[in-house]
């Protein structure tokens, strides 16, 4: 709100969250070839598989499966989701 007139303030679009702030790396030995492991770690859907604490994940509406698709997904750690 302005606070000289009371009015709301313009709507600002929503900012695009930097993906780099949730980026982090783990290394592993996977004994397939990488279009095998690609196939099976790109299917956000089975994130599940490979994490403890996804619980689901889903591409957004009409976003994907293609390279850059948002989607959403839900964690449960220690009770918290």
Request: aromatic letters at 10%; proline letters at 10%; charged letters at 25%.
């Amino acid at each position: 709100m302005s606070s000289t007139t009371g009015e709301h303030a313009p709507h600002t679009a929503r900012e695009t969250p930097d993906p780099l702030a949730y980026a982090f790396t783990r290394r592993a030995w996977v004994d397939a070839p990488p279009a095998r492991v690609y196939e099976l770690v790109a299917d956000v859907s089975a994130i599940s598989r490979w994490s403890p604490h996804a619980t689901r994940a889903a591409y957004d509406h009409s976003a994907g499966p293609r390279p850059g698709a948002w989607f959403s997904g839900r964690n449960r750690k220690d009770g918290k989701q």
